[in-house]
């Protein structure tokens, strides 16, 4: 009778002659309770996939209403996180703070079967879920099922849940909506009838960020009461939705941009189908160089003008050759593009299609990176000209554009003499912040540590770098004041880095890192590592060893880690578990899956170690990495100064300590591995997605790249 009730005020609502101008149900958004859902019980679909919610509401939890105490009952924050980590599974995260009742820290997840019946319409949508899931303490808790059918304008939702104060028996409810921007909601939830209204904006301004909020009603519990959420949504990739360019891989021409300079040659015609690479017939000369004599000056001159332009186009380390008699060897190397090596190499594949002379019919790219060669992408000229050119064929041309580690390929080219280099080593200036947060803990709420990590980055010589880090605190929280709790997690403003690497290349995907100096603040010593991409880079392995003595204590630091990671590149996903002995000196092991959206990584990972003194130790959390900096830095002079290519944001809990369930902080940190800015994923790899599989299913960020930057490049 309750959910009849509250479908009677919901077709009471609907009769108020409200505007019907939207053909679907509203996106999913979260509920009250942080998994999408009505008010506080779920529907069967989940989180956008790639997408970001956070929500804040003021909802008092049923659980505590019979408390006696009635002064406690006033206060309660909800502080709610969502992911839509794959199209068909979320997951959530859950602060609640109720002063003198309980402080709560969870996370949950659901899957659904949305992906499965998404091409079929009037198909019914099936999920399940637990909600409050580990942890030490379990107070809002619930397990369900719930089934979900759109019919016109409506979502009709039922289930049953079980293990839970709000949801246990059968409950229900209807999202009906009335405009684009609003849905009017009606549920039973088997404690409470409530109806509520929810509203979403358009993504404001030039950004990708809308805007949500949510009133609510219980109508059998002081119905005059409203409950009420606001929060906002954004993708994870940073893109708009709406009211952005078109898709540069969609089918069909794109729009011509402004003509090329004169000295330009005209558009080569597109072609429909990307042919094959030609087989190089023609031997080498002597002692398997293309002697000087060969080159025609025609040829000479085009491959200045192509050093030219790439230099002009902000690349270092430049150098254009020939191979044989119809190959172009390209060399590169980017610090400008800092969000994806990708931007970088589109731009380079752009200005040598073309500028490149037509007697070459094959084109050789080769990737450097701190001037070690790392990588070498060929493609046809033609098809590159056809692909990257202003109203070309959109179509990616995979079969025609080729990947490896080995730059041997390029053997036997003759190199157009480069020009001088800059007298200063390439140097760069890193500003960035610094973010430590401790949530939901036994001593407080939200506690935090902000500082201010300036970094230089200075690459010497070939595979050489010096690095130096400065780690200054600028605000922090209560208990990081001194004697209390965190204090000895605030650090005086230090240099807690300075140390040297070089870079290695010992063999096609093979690459080794050795590093001395100042590991961590008083802490001396080396951190080597040694990184192995076969073949397509889908797979990779790295073993890492480290050795320091604290100067202070004499204690002596030991690290030896090795790790397996296998990437899934249609779905940008990669699988890592690392094992061996970590910087804290435990023993044990951990697994990350992690997921890039654009250049956005979102990681899910788990620790499993066991201290010195013989404790064990479980802790799970989740990461988000992504650029503090604009895609195109300026790179002005010997200093270049910008953000982080790679800042991240981590919170993890504690799931046991010593067998006992818990929540609170462990005293020191554990499960630590090393990998410092001049790393090899990062400082070669591209955040570790450089290889065919990757590149495979991005080659249209090259054309789009190439198309959102040739008109600057050319003026």
């Known amino acids: 009778m309750k959910f009849i009730s509250a479908l009677s005020l919901l077709a009471l609502l609907l009769n108020s002659g409200v505007c019907l101008a939207a053909e679907t149900v509203q996106e999913p958004l979260l509920s009250f309770q942080g998994f999408t859902g009505i008010l506080n019980t779920p529907n069967a679909q989940v989180s956008r996939e790639g997408s970001l919610q956070l929500l804040y509401s003021n909802q008092r939890e049923n659980i505590w209403r019979n408390d006696p105490r009635k002064d406690r009952q006033k206060i309660q924050d909800n502080y709610l996180l969502s992911v839509g980590l794959f199209s068909f599974l979320e997951l959530s995260g859950r602060l609640t703070e109720a002063p003198g009742r309980g402080r709560d820290l969870s996370a949950s997840f659901k899957v659904s079967s949305a992906a499965l019946t998404a091409?079929?319409?009037?198909?019914?949508?099936?999920?399940?879920?637990?909600?409050?899931?580990?942890?030490?303490a379990n107070k809002l808790q619930s397990r369900y099922a719930v089934l979900s059918e759109e019919?016109?304008?409506?979502?009709?939702?039922?289930?049953?849940?079980?293990?839970?104060?709000r949801m246990e028996g059968g409950f229900g409810g209807v999202e009906f909506r009335?405009?684009?921007?609003?849905?009017?909601?009606?549920?039973?939830?088997?404690?409470?009838?409530?109806?509520?209204?929810?509203?979403?904006?358009?993504?404001?301004?030039?950004?990708?960020?809308?805007?949500?909020?949510?009133?609510?009603?219980?109508?059998?519990?002081?119905?005059?009461?409203?409950?009420?959420?606001?929060?906002?949504?954004?993708?994870?990739?940073?893109?708009k939705r709406s009211g952005r360019a078109p898709d540069m891989s969609a089918a069909g021409p794109v729009s011509a941009a402004p003509p090329l300079p004169a000295h330009q040659p005209p558009p080569a015609v597109p072609v429909t189908a990307a042919p094959e690479a030609p087989q190089e017939t023609a031997p080498p000369a002597a002692a398997g160089v293309v002697a000087t004599n060969l080159v025609s000056p025609e040829t000479l001159e085009n491959l200045a003008t192509l050093q030219k332009k790439?230099?002009?186009?902000?690349?270092?380390?430049?150098?254009?050759?020939?191979?044989?008699t119809s190959e172009l060897v390209v060399e590169y190397e980017n610090t400008i593009f800092n969000h994806n090596e990708l931007d970088a190499l589109g731009v380079v594949a752009g200005i040598v299609s073309e500028t490149a002379a037509e007697r070459f019919e094959t084109v050789h790219i080769v990737i450097r990176r701190k001037g070690l060669r790392v990588a070498v992408v060929s493609a046809p000229r033609a098809v590159l000209r056809a692909y990257l050119q202003p109203g070309g064929d959109p179509r990616p041309p995979r079969d025609s554009v080729s990947f490896t580690y080995d730059s041997a390929i390029t053997r036997d080219t003759y190199y157009y003499?480069?020009?001088?280099?800059?007298?200063?080593?390439?140097?760069?200036?890193?500003?960035?912040?610094?973010?430590?947060?401790?949530?939901?803990?036994?001593?407080?709420?939200?506690?935090?540590l902000l500082s201010f990590r300036p970094e230089i980055i200075s690459n010497?010589?070939?595979?050489?770098?010096?690095?130096?880090?400065?780690?200054?605190?600028?605000?922090w929280s209560g208990n990081f004041d001194d004697g209390q709790v965190y204090r000895d997690r605030r650090s005086d403003p230090r240099l807690d880095r300075a140390m040297f690497f070089q870079g290695v290349n010992l063999a096609p995907g093979l690459l080794a890192n050795l590093g001395a100096g100042q590991l961590f603040h008083n802490n001396y010593g080396t951190l080597n590592e040694v990184a192995w991409s076969p073949a397509e880079g889908t797979h990779r392995l790295r073993a890492v060893q480290a050795w320091s003595r604290d100067q202070a204590t004499r204690r002596r630091m030991e690290v030896y880690l090795g790790s397996y990671r296998y990437l899934y590149a249609p779905l940008d996903l990669s699988l890592e578990v690392t094992g061996g002995k970590y910087w804290g000196q435990d023993r044990g092991f951990s697994l990350e899956m992690k997921r890039f959206f654009g250049d956005t990584a979102f990681s899910v990972y788990y620790k499993n170690t066991t201290t010195e003194a013989g404790k064990h130790w479980q802790a799970a959390g989740i990461q988000f990495v992504l650029p503090l900096t604009p895609r195109k830095d300026l790179k002005i002079g010997p200093l270049q100064v910008r953000g982080a290519d790679e800042w991240g944001y981590a919170q993890e809990t504690t799931l046991a300590i010593g067998g006992q369930k818990t929540n609170d902080v462990i005293s020191q940190s554990l499960a630590i591995n090393p990998q410092p800015t001049p790393a090899l994923y990062r400082s070669y790899y591209n955040r570790d997605r450089l290889g065919a599989a990757y590149l495979e299913e991005h080659l249209d960020r090259l054309r789009e790249a190439w198309l959102k930057y040739r008109t600057k490049i050319y003026h």
């Open 310 to 324: 790439l230099l002009a186009a902000g690349f270092i380390n430049v150098r254009a050759g020939q191979r044989h």
């Open 119 to 136: 091409g079929h319409a009037n198909w019914p949508v099936l999920a399940a879920g637990i909600q409050d899931m580990g942890g030490g």
């Open 460 to 475: 010497l010589w070939k595979g050489g770098v010096a690095q130096l880090r400065w780690d200054i605190p600028l605000a």
């Open 417 to 448: 003499p480069s020009e001088g280099g800059f007298p200063f080593p390439n140097t760069s200036l890193i500003l960035s912040p610094g973010l430590q947060t401790y949530v939901g803990t036994e001593v407080g709420v939200f506690d935090y």
């Open 178 to 239: 009335a405009h684009d921007w609003v849905t009017l909601l009606g549920e039973y939830d088997t404690r409470d009838t409530s109806a509520g209204i929810r509203l979403l904006t358009p993504e404001l301004w030039c950004t990708p960020v809308r805007l949500t909020a949510t009133l609510k009603s219980t109508l059998n519990h002081n119905p005059g009461t409203i409950d009420v959420a606001f929060g906002l949504t954004v993708p994870l990739d940073l893109r």
């Open 151 to 165: 019919i016109w304008h409506f979502r009709v939702s039922a289930g049953y849940g079980s293990h839970s104060e």
